[in-house]
């Protein structure tokens, strides 16, 4: 019994029952039933209650006359009980159900006597549906007949009159109850005194009896049978043996806590003191609901390894969830909160696998090539030989879909044997989704951080923040501020989650993030980490991942034995020219699964299918989805390859300009950006400037109208490093010749002819050894960015590198100059 139960249960305000009614007493019941109600006698004042009444049924536990109860009511029978009894006079039946589970109960599943109720007060349950009613107990009753509608069960009552012979025998006992709950009292610590004050103002047998049946820790069989019980004196007297061994408990308990003090520090002692109070419960038979709640989580604090501070915080919560009443609400949202700190991993860590051959083995098992990565990696874990606890590296993967970006997260985890967790930040735009909310909010939880390591269950896995660069904002909040202290080696050993409201040490996560550009990323953040480019893959790396990892689990995904179909390089390498156009391998991915199905279909036909040639792929795949172009595309003046870095990785954009008669303007199209079309208004500028050198009449500038293309005129295109391509598709316009075949470009333009240095190469490159291309055209800043291309595909590739415009068009159009 605590402080706020006591008050909650029994100090309610007398004015909330209504004018018609006094206080309620449970003095002797006299009865006058006629053919639709009854009278019962309350505070001295006889009131008519019907006969037949709403029955709210409730679930382990009871009201007695006298008392003041909150009940939280939800199933829709006891809401429309409720409405019924406010259409009415208030009145109610209350009945406690045999088995808690039952959302319908029969009369069999009720037991055989209640409690006549006024409702007093009834409000909006939070959180969730339902309302909470105070109700005040005003008789015993029996229950004769249930009578179940539709709409709410209702029962035929007859109220139990009570038997109290004014004896010096019944004095004596109700002295003794007095005396005996006065005693308990000083006894026990989580009894306040104000409820001796409370007793001591009881003068009335029946009263007092009732409400000491209420507020102890009696077994719900015994409490019933009090309930039952007309005679008060038999109530009395099973009452003085509840309270004679309550409070032989409590000297025990006592007598024991004061010798242990002087042997045992503060957490021994209470543990200890803990478990004997348990053992003294199950020895009686005594054990409610709330002391194995309250035990166990008590048993769970000491056993648990927190810090101090946590472990005060935990034993403060569930010393205030033993004072709030069980139907409370707010004990639930204690209790959660106290389970959160207890399930969170503050100091379980695994260990790391810091063997680095091992390490680098595994690795290279799961990804071909990608080398930084795994340089990184391996840094890290050297650097773990020298010291114990360094701080962990907080790595941004950027590259291209499909790259391996967040499998490769897994295998980092893998080779270190870590665990590892996974957070998808894309559309992510509450700030609360990182940092949890506080407490006093309905439903509040922590954030994916905190949510993430109780997952993982350890305090340093390896936690990946996918699609970093697709976080949102909005007037909830901004989730990338809030990942600054996530992602802060600075500040992360204490990292605050709202919900929690301790300090969370996060500076033993190996955090990795994955993005597909940085530019989306706000500055501050993306100065944090660490930047390591996945720009893609080459022809030549993407055949041997295939014949490494993708037809591998594709067969093994298809139910098909290892080896059973033959793919040879010929087959992958046609499927990688005619069928993908990537950075990454998933449409690879994708193509490989299709021939897999066919051939799982061919054989479960009763087939016999071992490999597959060339010429099959297109009755498998259907005709090639890409072609090479360039060279028709090429066929006449006007037209150029420009290279184009996009998110998913380097692209190739064709520059088309046309001369028509008409005023001297500029067209362009293709949806360009400001930057584009300022790119293209140099370059037209340029060859103005110079087309005495360059041979190009002026009247063609002051005569016709030029239009310049890009043509995927549905995709937005911004960036100055078409400059260049735009210059020489002018150039070839209006000198009539055709741009040198296989020849691709890139460089930013100046009004004098400059050729400025862009970014990107290492993507621009490889999309071009994609589409076939022979020819690059770089400025020639960007030569040193060369080192960064595979050595195979710089083999395969003739590179031009010019610093202005002139050196540019002797490259591009060397019958022009």
């Given at each position: ?98 088995r808690p589970d039952d959302e319908q109960p029969g009369r069999d599943d009720l037991f055989g006597v209640g409690a006549i109720v006024r409702v007093t ?350 976080v949102g904002t909005d007037y909830r909040g901004d989730p990338s501020s809030a990942l600054l202290e996530v992602l802060d080696p600075e500040q992360n ?325």
């Amino acid at each position: 019994m605590s402080e706020e139960e006591r008050k909650s249960k029994q100090t309610a305000p007398s004015e909330a029952i209504p004018a018609e009614g006094t206080e309620a007493s449970s003095a002797p019941v006299e009865t006058a039933e006629t053919a639709e109600s009854v009278e019962i006698d309350v505070g001295g004042q006889r009131l008519p209650i019907p006969v037949e009444l709403p029955l709210l049924p409730v679930r382990n536990t009871l009201v007695f006359p006298g008392t003041h109860v909150p009940l939280t009511v939800g199933r829709p029978l006891s809401l429309g009980a409720i409405s019924a009894a406010a259409k009415g006079h208030g009145y109610l039946a209350v009945v406690t159900q045999r088995r808690p589970d039952d959302e319908q109960p029969g009369r069999d599943d009720l037991f055989g006597v209640g409690a006549i109720v006024r409702v007093t007060r009834v409000t909006e349950s939070s959180p969730g549906p339902g309302v909470v009613i105070d109700v005040i107990g005003l008789a015993r009753c029996e229950v004769r007949e249930l009578i179940a509608t539709p709409e709410m069960l209702r029962v035929r009552v007859r109220p139990i009159p009570e038997v109290l012979d004014q004896t010096p025998e019944a004095e004596a006992a109700r002295r003794t109850v007095q005396r005996l709950a006065e005693e308990l009292i000083e006894l026990r610590d989580d009894l306040d005194n104000e409820f001796s004050e409370i007793l001591e103002r009881i003068s009335d047998p029946s009263r007092l009896s009732d409400l000491i049946a209420y507020m102890g820790n009696l077994p719900l069989d015994q409490k019933i049978a009090l309930l039952a019980q007309p005679d008060v004196l038999s109530r009395l007297r099973v009452l003085i043996r509840y309270l004679m061994r309550e409070v032989r408990i409590a000297q025990v308990s006592r007598r024991f806590a004061e010798r242990a003090a002087g042997e045992l520090d503060e957490t021994h002692r209470k543990k200890l003191l803990r478990e004997q109070l348990r053992k003294i419960r199950e020895e009686l038979g005594e054990s409610s609901d709330q002391a194995v709640e309250e035990d166990e989580l008590r048993a769970r604090i000491d056993e648990a390894d927190l810090p101090d501070e946590v472990q005060a915080v935990c034993a403060r919560e569930v010393g205030r969830m033993v004072s709030i009443p069980s139907h409370s609400p707010e004990r639930s949202v204690i209790r959660t909160y106290v389970e959160w700190l207890l399930d969170l991993p503050w100091r379980k860590q695994t260990q790391d696998n810091l063997d680095l051959a091992h390490a680098k083995q595994i690795l290279d098992e799961d990804h071909y090539d990608l080398q930084a990565v795994k340089d990184r990696i391996l840094e890290y874990l050297a650097v773990r030989h020298l010291i114990d606890n360094p701080k962990g590296p907080i790595l941004c993967f950027v590259g291209p879909p499909g790259v391996g970006k967040t499998s490769l997260g897994k295998s980092i985890a893998r080779a270190m044997g870590r665990k590892f967790v996974r957070t998808s930040l894309g559309g992510v735009r509450d700030e609360a989704e990182i940092r949890g909310h506080r407490r006093t909010y309905v439903g509040a939880m922590p954030g994916r951080v905190v949510q993430n390591l109780k997952t993982a269950g350890s305090n340093n896995p390896v936690f990946m923040l996918d699609e970093i660069d697709k976080v949102g904002t909005d007037y909830r909040g901004d989730p990338s501020s809030a990942l600054l202290e996530v992602l802060d080696p600075e500040q992360n050993d204490s990292f605050s989650d709202h919900y929690l409201e301790l300090a969370f040490d996060l500076s033993r996560v190996l955090f990795v993030a994955t993005a597909n550009r940085t530019d989306t990323i706000p500055p501050p953040l993306l100065d944090r980490m660490e930047i390591i480019e996945l720009p893609g893959y080459t022809a030549r790396e993407k055949l041997e991942i295939a014949k490494r990892f993708v037809v591998p689990r594709q067969l093994e995904d298809h139910g098909l034995p290892p080896d059973s179909i033959q793919l040879s390089d010929d087959v992958i390498q046609r499927t990688i020219e005619d069928y993908t156009r990537e950075a990454g391998v998933r449409s690879l991915d994708r193509n490989v699964a299709a021939l897999v199905r066919k051939c799982a279909l061919k054989k479960a036909e009763g087939e016999e299918v071992s490999h597959i040639d060339v010429q099959q792929l297109g009755d498998l795949l259907g005709p090639a989805t890409f072609t090479q172009q360039q060279a028709e595309r090429m066929e006449r003046p006007g037209v150029s390859t420009g290279l184009v870095w996009t998110p998913v990785g380097g692209d190739l954009v064709f520059v088309e300009a046309a001369l028509m008669e008409g005023k001297p303007i500029l067209k362009l199209t293709g949806q360009l950006g400001d930057v584009m079309r300022e790119s293209a208004e140099a370059a037209l500028s340029y060859l103005r400037t110079n087309a005495a050198r360059l041979e190009i009449p002026q009247e063609l500038f002051e005569k016709n109208e030029i239009h310049v293309h890009f043509p995927a005129g549905a995709m937005k295109k911004e960036g100055p490093s078409a400059g260049v391509t735009v210059l020489v598709a002018l150039a070839s316009l209006l000198c009539g010749k055709r741009v040198r075949e296989g020849l691709s470009m890139t460089g930013e333009i100046t009004l004098r002819g400059q050729v400025l240095p862009v970014g990107g190469v290492k993507e621009k490159v490889l999309a071009a050894h994609r589409a076939g291309i022979s020819d690059v055209m770089l400025p020639s800043r960007n030569e040193k960015d060369l080192e960064e291309v595979p050595e195979e595909v710089r083999e395969e590739l003739r590179f031009h590198f010019v610093s202005d415009a002139l050196e540019a068009l002797r490259v591009a159009l060397p019958e022009c100059t």
